[in-house]
């Protein structure tokens, strides 16, 4: 399991668009956001890397903080 925190969300919107291109990563299994703040946990069948989120959210216009 993996925290990911993301700046730049303000709304139920922004968590659902998140979440659906997480969903797109293989070998992701569960995404739990934690409120428009930005904090999701996350988990697969592997470690995901800083590189690989930022890289499915950069279209989006949000930043990643931190991986965990």
Not at 4 to 13: E, I, Y
Not at 39 to 66: H, M, N, Q
């Amino acid at each position: 399991m993996q925290t990911v925190t993301f700046s730049g969300l303000h709304c139920d919107a922004c968590v659902r668009l998140i979440t659906k291109k997480l969903e797109k990563i293989a070998g992701m299994e569960k995404i739990t956001p934690g409120e428009p703040q930005g904090i999701f946990t996350i988990s697969g069948s592997r470690t995901f890397t800083a590189d690989e989120i930022k890289a499915t959210v950069k279209d989006l216009g949000y930043s990643l903080v931190s991986i965990k």
